[in-house]
């Protein structure tokens, strides 16, 4: 797998997933028996993703580690074009958070794009699974 596939800030754990295909994003995401928040984003070009990675890893250092899981994806990806495109999510979206509970291949949208703010993002995350501790 090239470098750009693995960001460097991110360590995979049990509870932190990196999801490089659609393999990954169907089988450890949707068909996941855990709920899932996924953060969508660029690793390069995106000012906001880069300012609200920080958040993210911070949220993610924070929570207890059950019930919920984390995932991150890469958008300078072939794969994640694939997912993109079923999810309607465009670069305009991005960041993009969203819930994953089982039930759907499209989750629930958490936060997307640029126009949010980091507070806003930040308590969406935050919001979004408190009722899940």
């Not at 953060?39 to 919920?68: G, N």
């Not at 994806?73 to 305009?92: H, V």
Request: hydrophobic share 35%; aromatic share 8%.
């Amino acid at each position: 797998s090239s470098g750009q596939d693995q960001p460097k800030h991110v360590k995979p754990t049990k509870d932190k997933l990196l999801i490089r295909d659609s393999d990954d994003f169907y089988g450890r995401v949707v068909d996941s028996t855990r709920v899932v928040l996924v953060f969508f984003s660029r690793e390069t070009h995106c000012e906001a993703c880069t300012a609200f990675l920080p958040v993210w890893e911070q949220y993610e250092d924070a929570r207890p580690p059950h019930p919920i899981l984390t995932a991150y994806m890469n958008t300078n990806t072939m794969a994640y074009r694939e997912i993109a495109r079923g999810l309607s999510i465009a670069d305009d979206d991005l960041p993009h958070v969203r819930l994953y509970t089982g039930k759907d291949y499209r989750g629930t949208v958490v936060a997307s794009g640029e126009g949010v703010t980091l507070d806003q993002r930040e308590a969406a995350v935050k919001g979004a699974t408190k009722h899940l501790k």
